[in-house]
Every structure is written in C-alpha cells, then in structure tokens.
C-alpha cells in the first residue's frame, strides 16, 4: 500500500511541507560518544516521518531531546517557528508532543482504563470523574482498534495490544505529535501490520507521527519522508517516493545491508547442550486478599532440545511462551521440576550457575542493563563479570588480578571494536551497541563450550547487528554450540541450522530455516498454524 | 590506549575523589554558622576555639579513642552496604557483643594474646549471632533488614540493660583514674566482674609519643589520656576489609550482588548465600567495636558503657561511601566532632549540641554532594571522552590508539 492512496487529501495539502517542528543544529555529547551532532530535522504537519539509523546513530537521543527528556547541549527546538525549551516531557505534551517508549511504561496490575488516565485522571474537585474517563477511553479504544475490555488488566494483553494501550495513553493526553520508538521490534509480522493500521487511523485523525525503525522494509511500507542519521549526524532526508531500500541501507551504514547467513555447514555428530523431559512449574499467589493462594502453573511442558557442535539452534516464540524461563533452567537460576540438561555430556542439572558458567557455560543476556552489567562500574570490572573465578582475572579462583583484568578487558575492547577512551570508564558512559559488544566479548572471548544468546540484536542497529551475527557466526565455526532466542524473524531464520518453535512452554514445531518464511513462522508463533 | 590518557584519566578521578568530602565539610561548616549566628553565639570564636584546643595531643588521644569504634562499626556497615544491605542493627549488635565478651572474658586467665583473642573471636560470634536471626529471616521469607534489625536492636539494648547485666551484675565501686570525671568515682555502678590483667589490652601511648611529646602526667603520675590499643586492629581490619572487597573474587561477588543482583545472579553469585555471609560478616565486624573501651579503659561492661556508637557509625559508613579510606576519614571526623562537643560547651562558645547538627548536616549534605558530584563527573567524562573519539574520527590518532 502506498501512502498516496491513505493520504487524507485535505490535511496534506493545505500544509504541504511548512515544518511543524523544526531542530536545528542539535548537538549531545555523553561520555565517550557524540550522541548527536547538528542534527537539523524537520517534520512537516501530518507526516509519518521515519528515523533511521544503526543503533547509537543517535535517533534515542534526539527524540529523547524532542520529547524534553534530555536537553541539548547546542542546538534549538522550533515548533510553528517558536523557538521552545523543554524540561521535562510534561512541557513536551504541553506542546502536543507525547512518545510511545520502546520498553512498555504500562503497571501492569492495573486495568487498560487506569493506565490509560494514570496522572491525567478528569476531575471535578479533585474528584475523579469516572463516567467521563470511561466514555473517553472506549472512544478512543474504538477508532484505534483496541476491541478489549477497557476494565481487562495490563498483565492480561498481547504485546500488540499493550502497545495499543500505550499509543492510547499518549493519545489521551491530547498530543497530535507521537514519536513511536522502535514499535515493530517487540512485534510479529501480523501485529506489525495491524499497528501500521492503527498508524494510518492516526494520520488521518490529522496526527503526525515520528517513527522510530531500522527495518527498511517497514520503513518503505509506512512513511511519507524518511531521515537517516548516521553516527550522530543526519545523513539524508529523502521522499518515500524516491527511495529504495538499497540506498537507504547505503545512507545507513555507508555499504550494502547485512543479511542474516550462516554460508557453509559446520555441524558435527557431537552433543554440546541436550535438554531431556524438562519441566517447569512455577509458583505464583493467585486470587487476590485473603482469598490469595500459590497457584501451580506449568510454564514448561516436556521441552526437549539437542545442540550440536558447531550448530546455532533458534527457538522461537512470542514473548511469554517460556522462553525466559527455559534460560533460566539453563543457567541454573530457576529449579526445574523435572527432567535433565547435558553439557558436553555431563549432566549439569544439579550444578550451581556458578559451577555452570566457569564449566564455560556463555551467557548473552536479553537485558544488558538489567542482566548484563554494573552501570557505574568501570568496563573492566563489567568484563569479568560471570567469569570472576577464572583466569586471567583471578588467581586460584580466591585472588582478583585487576591489572591482568584491565588488560583482558583491553584485548576485549579492542577485537570487539567497543568503543570507549579507557576500560576504566563507567559502563553507564557508553552507547547501548557499544555495551553489547562488551558483553558478547567478555562472553566469547571465555571460549565457551556453550553459548545462550537471548534477543543478541534488540534495540541495536543494521551496523552492530551485522558485527553481533558475524561473531555468532565465528563463534559456531568455532565449534560452540549456540541456543539463540529471539524475536527478530530474519535473524532466527538467517543464522539458524535448525529451527524450534515454543508456544504455550512445549516445543510444537522443529522447521528447517531454508524452508521457512517470517510469515509461516509468525503463524506457527501465535499458534494459528500448528 | 595511550599511558598519557589513562593518567589524565585517573589524575582528574582523584581530583573528583576529593572534591567530595571537602565539599560535605564546607556545606556542614556553613549549616553551623548559620545555626549558631541564628541562636546568638559566635561562629568565630566556636571554630577558633574548636580548631585550637581540638589539636591538642590529649585532645587528639580522645578523638582516635572515639574513631577506632566508629571505624569498625563503619566497616561492619560498609559490608552489609557493598551488597545492598542495610545492617540498622549494629546498635544493638556491638552492645549485646560487648556484655558478652566482657562477661566471656571474666571467667578465665589465660596467655596474654589468648585470652585477648578469645574475647574478640566471642564479641564477634554474638555480633555474627544477634544478627543471623534478621539474615536467616530475610533469605527464608523476605522480611525486610531494615525492619527486622531495626527491632533486633531495641531487643538487644532491653536484653542488655534488663536482663543479661542483672545476672551478671558484680558490687563495684569506681576507682579514681585521671581519664574518669571526679563524679563517676565512687558512684555506685552496675558492671559486669572485671576482664583480669590478662585479657586487657595496653595503650600505645608510646606509638604516639615517638611522632609527638609526651602526653601530659596528672598528679599521680600516670598519663592523663591512653590511647587504646585497639586502634591496631581496627586498622587491621580496614586494611583486610579493602583487600578482601577489592582484592578478592569473593568480594567482587559482594560488590556485584550490590551493584546489580540480577547480574550478578547470572554470573553465577548465589544472592541467599551472599546476603547471609555479608550480614553475618556485617554483625560479627561491629561487634568488635564495643572492645576498645572495654579493654582498653573500663575492663567490664558496665551501665555507662558507651552507646548510640552504632547509628553514628553507620553514617561514617556513608560518608566514607564504603570505601576503607574514606570511612577511616569520616571515622576522624567523628572523632574530632565528638571530641570538639564538650570543649564548645565549657568554653561557653556553644552548647555541645551543636555538634549533633553538623554531624546531622554533614549526613545530609554527604548525600546530596555524592550523587551531585558523581553526576558532574560523568558529564567531565562524556566531555573529554567525546573530545578524544572526535579526535580520532577525524584522524589525529595518538600512536597506541585503536585501528579501528
């Protein structure tokens, strides 16, 4: 579908490229990168306007300035050529500017309804006018779509439906500019096209939009004009009409696009990780007061799974089918019921993670900030981090050899390109794609015998996700045998030999990735084809 | 990476590391001028008087007498700190410690070194003890430390003062000593039997006196301050605390779990484990901290046995940020407020109260001062940073730069 023909006519025409906001010559600086430097930018009144660019390109950064969340350190913010300086995002909304993050804000133990009014409740002396902000949200959940119960729990959704509720929110504020924040990366092929719906409702509603992405294809599919940063300048603003995704990949990276591919076979008989009959139950507090008590449910179901040397075996599934779970069976963070995990032939279900991980278990976590590293730790305190007993960063597994550590952490930074002026800058100091360079570095440079990658490429760009599966790659010539879990359809399909798909905790399809599309394994995912 | 980089680095990091505590005594220095312009006295002459007589010899003896228990409260707390546990109790963990140990330590004579390692090793295990009931209850069922110490410690001061010190209460009366105010002696005073010659700990009055003069005689001759020597271990202890924290695998796994426990959980740190052994540590090292007046000056525990060295502790701890230097400075300065109280108020410059503000001030501001200061640095840090990466984009690389 081209835009042309969605276009409302009236709106596009009477303002056809006026900027309604207008950056010039923003710069940002952060410890060890320039995050964005004279950007100018421009979005025209009722555009879908898409931002492209590898990750730490510096498209967060700038919409992060725009939304008020962070001030410039040069550079000004015209808005129907007012020059304004926010504060805070609530001067941004102020302004009609609202952002739909790319990590949900939404509690999830509350109802669609609450979250949607959270901190912009109607009242009438301080009294919430219930009736009032129920009959507003059902509008609005109506004309975009959202066809739950608005009195349904958070923690109830879909992830597609979750993002809903989140544009929803913003939109309740009253905003006509939304900044969409990578919404297609935590998205299947299916709701990816149901949110380019929505996308289209809005503009026609007179919204502009500010699309976030790095998928060219969707990029093409849904916006008007397109702006490429690259390494915290902007590149190029170019018509829809005139790109292809050829060039725009070029803007991007400065060469051709990346593709998924694992080139030759390097599969052998041998079994590094088997995980045999597993089950998992877990326990939560079900019902709610009194009336509360453990709830059994069974999250894993029979999962049997056998990666060889030298092979790189995808699971997929949509988030929430036991994939987090299955990691922390794997790890040894999460008790299993029952069954058995092998690796390298030994049966490791009773080991410690500890014991685990110095028996060269790798771990790449789905979470850098949350699993992967010490925010206000220097980097080499962060690469040791998991492999703190073993050589060259400890002696005897009791003594810390910090000076050998700095210089491991050094060869680290310097195979894996991190960049950074020093290994005793704070992790907090670098950019998210540099972050994870470190953290696949510190975990293959151990030369594991088994590697978990968990989502390896979310929230990184087309450059870094290139450097990411190039080191998958090395790592399953290498002899490792790899588990990647992961969203990102073309990544499972372009790296995998094999591929699993785990819905509902039980393994329902082993597919061959030479034979498969995204589509097929989307429906396989959400269960429509089994 | 070029060596002139990294000294640049490191040479500007300790820059920053000063700039800290100098800061928190300036803002407390101010909020105590204010406070005495406001109540009617003489900032100036208060500070004169503080600074003059405060370095006196005798005076300084007071203040490292004062220092070495908040030091080791303060290393007790840092552990629990380094893992984001909030030990509250060592109030109530160093005074259950020392009745004990003083009590232990009564019943026997041994060999001089024994007998003074048996009293530690025992105010150590009750220390370990009082609060291994809070650790077990937070790794078992979650109760929250702060909560749980919190209450341990008015159970420990109760059990202390009502029960544990009438069973063992011996008739007493005070001898006259130069280092006890004329209205102690001969005061009835309930204490616990005194520790024999053995378990006692000598001054180092001699350590001091080959760096300075002599401290001063009183009428009977023997030396008006002795400064106990317990000050040894507790710098025993910071220089073990630092090597253990930044030396050993073991302690990165406490620093980790602190920093990031959900990291640290998937690098293999055993949270449960780690939190018992850094309470049980945490009790066990505050414990000590009742043993320097025990055995360097009253040799009993008795009911003028001093208290609330725990809470002031635990904000040395946090001035010092945890770090084995930094609490030995904040510990001094304790010291040396402590000791500066009763001289403003027979000087009649203040009321000895004052002191209580600028330690309450210095707490606050230390908060405020880090997380500024820290903020600031990483800004000095995105700055230079983007300067050298900007550099080397454009091609000026220094040699020993990346390739890339």
């Known amino acids: 579908m081209t835009s042309s023909e969605t276009m409302p006519a009236g709106r596009v025409r009477s303002t056809p490229l006026t900027p309604l906001i207008e950056l010039r010559g923003i710069s940002k600086y952060f410890p060890g990168v320039i995050a964005n430097e004279n950007i100018n930018f421009s979005v025209a009144e009722g555009e879908i306007h898409a931002l492209c660019g590898e990750n730490g390109a510096g498209k967060s950064t ?41 990590h949900f804000m939404l509690a999830d133990n509350l109802s669609v309804l609450e979250n949607i009014i959270l901190g912009a409740e109607p009242t009438t002396l301080g009294y919430m006018q219930q009736a009032t902000a129920e ?56 709701e990816v096209e149901d949110l380019f719906v929505t996308m289209r409702e809005m503009k026609e509603q007179g919204k502009t939009l500010i699309f976030i992405d790095h998928k060219l294809d969707e990029v093409l599919e849904i916006a008007d004009r397109i702006t490429v940063l690259r390494a915290g300048r ?70 049997n799974i056998s990666v060889h040397r ?16 299955l990691i922390e069976a794997l790890l040894g963070t999460r008790q299993v019921s029952s069954g058995k995990i092998f690796m390298a032939g030994e049966d490791i279900t009773g080991w410690s993670t500890r014991r685990r991980r110095e028996e060269n278990l790798g771990y790449i976590p789905e979470d850098r900030h949350k699993m992967g590293l010490m925010l206000s730790s220097p980097l080499w305190e962060n690469a040791m981090l998991g492999h703190q007993g073993s050589r060259p960063f400890a002696a005897g597994g009791f003594w810390l050899l ?115 599309t995204p589509r097929e394994l989307g429906s396989y995912m959400t269960g429509a084809q089994v | 990476m070029t060596s002139y980089l990294r000294e640049r680095f490191s040479l500007r990091r300790a820059g920053w590391e000063v700039l800290t505590p100098a800061l928190t005594l300036v803002v407390a220095a101010i909020a105590a001028t204010i406070i005495l312009l406001a109540t009617g006295y003489s900032p100036v002459s208060a500070f004169q008087n503080m600074w003059s007589k405060g370095w006196e010899l005798e005076q300084v003896v007071d203040m490292l007498n004062r220092a070495t228990p908040l030091y080791l409260i303060a290393i007790g707390a840092a552990i629990g700190f380094r893992m984001n546990i909030f030990n509250i109790g060592v109030e109530g963990q160093y005074l259950l410690a020392a009745l004990v140990a003083s009590y232990v330590g009564a019943q026997f004579s041994i060999w001089a070194p024994a007998h003074v390692g048996v009293i530690m090793l025992t105010a150590m295990a009750v220390g370990a003890a009082w609060v291994a009931i809070p650790a077990i209850l937070k790794v078992a069922r979650g109760v929250h430390e702060v909560i749980s110490t919190l209450m341990m410690n008015v159970i420990g001061i109760a059990f202390v003062s009502a029960v544990l010190l009438r069973w063992w209460e011996v008739p007493n009366k005070v001898e006259a000593r130069d280092d006890l105010p004329a209205w102690f002696v001969n005061t009835p005073n309930i204490q616990t039997r005194e520790i024999p010659e053995s378990g006692r700990m000598p001054d180092i ?59 640290s959980l998937v690098a293999g740190v055993d949270p449960k484990r780690m939190i018992l052994f850094a309470m049980l540590m945490s009790g066990a090292v505050a414990g000590l901290a009742g043993l320097p007046e025990i055995l360097g000056r009253d040799y009993a525990y008795s009911l003028s046995f001093t208290q609330m060295l725990g809470f002031n502790g635990l904000a040395v701890a946090l001035i010092g940020q945890n770090h084995a230097v930094g609490a030995a400075f904040g ?40 997380a500024v200061v820290r903020r600031r640095q990483l800004a000095d840090q995105a700055r230079t940073a983007s300067a050298v990466l900007a550099k080397r984009d454009s091609g000026e690389v220094d040699e020993g730069e990346h390739p890339k």
């Open chain 1, 135 to 190: 009959q507003q949200v059902q509008d609005l959940c109506d004309s975009y779509g959202l066809t739950v119960n608005i009195h349904t729990h958070v923690e109830e959704l879909a992830v597609g439906q979750r993002q809903k509720v989140e544009i929803i929110k913003v939109l309740y504020r009253g905003v006509d500019i939304l900044i969409l924040d990578e919404p297609t990366s935590v998205l299947v092929p299916q």
């Open chain 2, 205 to 263: 009055n001699n350590v001091l006196e080959v760096f300075t003069r002599d401290i001063e005689r009183g009428q009977t001759g023997a030396p008006q301050k002795y400064l106990w020597g317990f000050l040894l271990v507790a710098i025993v202890v910071g220089i073990l605390y630092h090597i253990y924290v930044m030396r050993t695998r073991h302690g990165y796994d406490l620093r980790a779990g602190g920093a990031n426990p959900d990291a």
């Open chain 2, 331 to 370: 510990a001094l300065l304790f010291g040396y407020l402590d000791t500066a109280g009763p001289i403003l108020d027979s000087s009649g410059d203040a009321p000895e109260e004052i002191i209580v503000i600028i330690k309450g001030a210095m707490i606050f501001t230390a908060i405020i001062v880090y």
């Open chain 1, 402 to 516: 910090p000076s050998a550590a700095r210089e491991k952490c050094e060869e680290i930074v310097e195979d894996f390109d991190v960049r950074t002026p020093s290994v005793r800058v704070a992790a907090d100091a670098l950019s998210g794609g540099n972050q994870q360079k470190l953290i696949i570095g510190r975990e293959m440079s151990m030369s594991p015998k088994v590697l978990i990658a968990a989502h390896p490429t979310r929230g990184i760009d087309v450059g870094a996700q290139a450097a990411v599966w190039e080191d998958l790659r090395v790592a399953r010539r290498e002899g490792l045998a790899v588990l990647l879990v992961s969203a990102d359809l073309d990544e499972l399909i372009g790296l995998s030999d094999r591929l699993m798909v785990i819905l509902r905790g039980q393994i329902v399809v082993e597919l061959d990735p030479a034979q498969v």
């Open chain 1, 62 to 102: 700038l919409m992060k300035i725009l939304y008020g969340m962070q001030l410039p350190d040069e550079g000004s913010i015209l808005i129907k050529d007012e020059t304004i300086r926010f504060h805070s995002p609530r001067d941004a909304i102020d302004y009609g500017i609202g952002m739909v993050h790319q």
């Open chain 1, 234 to 303: 902007s590149v190029a603003t170019v018509d829809k009409t005139e790109a292809t995704a050829h060039d725009l990949a070029e803007l991007m990276i400065g060469s051709e696009l990346p593709v998924p591919d694992t080139y030759e076979d390097t599969v052998v008989e041998e079994i590094l990780l088997k995980v045999e009959g597993l089950n998992l139950d877990t326990e939560e507090l079900g019902g709610s007061g009194i009336a509360a008590e453990l709830e059994r449910r069974q999250v894993l179901t029979n999962v």
């Open chain 1, 310 to 325: 030298g092979e790189i075996v995808g699971i997929a599934g949509v988030e929430g089918n036991g994939q987090a779970e």
